[in-house]
């Protein structure tokens, strides 16, 4: 026994040793080696490419200063769950899609895919993701021409907004609704419009209360090839339309959008957010009968793709002047903007009267702060997700942040979507 002892202790030293001068030898080398063949040295063991790639890595560390990573926030320490929503893809299809949107119903996350593929999610998974159960909802609406926009759950029926393919240079939109149930769900048509444009992405609904008529607020676009029609007062495009549940006749509230894909009714206040074009993108204060501007006014400029001349100013820079409204905020460069909600007073002391704003090309969460009227943004936060994020809802039961997720936080996630839980640090067991 004593001689096994012996002989490890005599192996461990010898081990140490070794290391130890490894080291030592390892120091005085990199001393005497000069910058350019350390470079040549790490260029030849690990290949031109990488280390090219490691050097941008370390010119660029320095942009993010003093960027926090999840869990950390700057003033309190948050938790995150990414959960793949592995489950809900299938070999058919009906598989879900990897862009989605988010409701909560009873004791339900209700998913909505891209092309109306309906899932209800227990919110369960919350506190343990073996308690995981989904089911598929038969419906009318699934189509490979309608493209889903938006969801909103008003009481006992689910509202689906949507743009329909119905030529190649031509979208309509539409509102369908329905009463919510597990098995099968019969879409009515709630608005349809005759006018189309040759691309729609904006489309977010809220309930809202216009003139002591209930409604709701719904964000058309007019982007790129339709910009014109943002200023058509004979146009639905690149409009906030208000639609009431007994006409179903939509107004325009407000003109002079982009693309809103972040819609917010705070109290009485109206928040929308929108992608600008080339840098631009907005958090803007919605008025009923506001212009805001576009495509006459904006912060961003044209994409390289569309103008040959980027010398030239193509939009006006001061939106008060030129007879429109000012955004509260202007993102240049652009985040690639999406929804918009309040953060709850009862989440944290540290986040009261904050909203958070998602991005989907950025892959952040913007937590920012507002001024008491809403006229500026007095400063946000920054908090890396890595996920498109294309929707956020609140779930009080919890105090947690749902968040839709499309996938790239690794190459071979790229087509599962996932949720992303976003609480405080063990938030399940305060």
């Known amino acids: 026994m004593k001689k096994k002892i012996i002989i490890f202790l005599t192996v461990f030293i010898v081990l140490l040793a070794l290391i130890l001068n490894v080291n030592t030898l390892r120091s005085s080398a990199k001393s005497l080696l000069s910058a350019q063949l350390k470079e040549k040295i790490k260029s030849f063991l690990l290949g031109k490419k990488t280390m090219d790639y490691y050097n941008t890595l370390r010119v660029k560390s320095s942009i993010n200063y003093n960027q926090k990573l999840l869990p950390n926030s700057e003033f309190i320490e948050l938790s995150f769950n990414d959960f793949l929503l592995t489950d809900l893809i299938t070999d058919d299809e009906h598989s879900i899609k990897r862009k989605y949107y988010i409701e909560q119903f009873n004791d339900d996350l209700i998913i909505v895919d891209d092309i109306a593929n309906i899932f209800f999610i227990n919110k369960d998974i919350i506190k343990n993701e073996k308690n995981f159960k989904s089911i598929k909802a038969k419906s009318n609406l699934i189509s490979e021409n309608k493209k889903v926009k938006d969801v909103l759950v008003v009481n006992n029926e689910i509202y689906v907004s949507y743009s329909e393919i119905k030529s190649e240079d031509c979208q309509n939109i539409g509102i369908a609704k329905a009463k919510i149930s597990k098995e099968k769900i019969n879409f009515i048509n709630f608005f349809e419009s005759n006018e189309c444009v040759a ?12 003139n002591n008529k209930k409604g709701l607020l719904f964000t058309t676009d ?47 206040n109206i928040i929308t957010t929108e992608h600008g074009p080339r840098g631009g993108d907005e958090i803007n204060l919605i008025k009923f009968g506001n212009n805001y501007g576009w495509p006459i006014a904006s912060y961003g400029e044209p994409y390289f793709y569309q103008e040959k ?4 100013i193509h939009y006006l820079k001061n939106h008060d002047e030129n007879g429109f409204i000012e955004p509260i905020f202007s993102f240049v460069p652009s985040i690639g903007i999406s929804q918009i909600i309040k953060v709850p007073e009862n989440f944290s002391n540290h986040w009261s009267d904050s909203y ?25 936060e920054k908090i890396f997700i890595g996920k498109r994020i294309r ?17 790239f936080r690794a190459p071979d996630l790229t087509k599962t979507p996932s949720l992303g839980i976003l609480g405080f640090k063990n938030f399940l067991t305060n």
Do not use: C, W
């Open 356 to 380: 958070l704003v998602a991005s989907l090309a950025g892959k952040v969460i913007y937590r920012v702060k507002l001024d008491k009227n809403l006229s500026k943004l007095i400063y946000y």
């Open 309 to 312: 001349n980027m010398k030239i």
């Open 199 to 210: 691309l729609f992405n904006a489309g977010r609904m809220e309930l809202y209360n216009h």
């Open 222 to 268: 007019a982007s790129t090839t339709d910009k014109q029609l943002a200023q058509d007062d004979n146009s639905l495009f690149g409009k906030l339309l208000f639609i009431d549940f007994k006409n179903k006749v939509p107004i325009v509230f407000s003109k002079g959008h982009r693309t809103a894909q972040g819609l917010l009714i705070d109290n009485d």
């Open 391 to 407: 929707d956020m809802i609140y779930l009080k039961d919890y105090n947690v942040f749902i968040l839709a997720l499309e996938g």
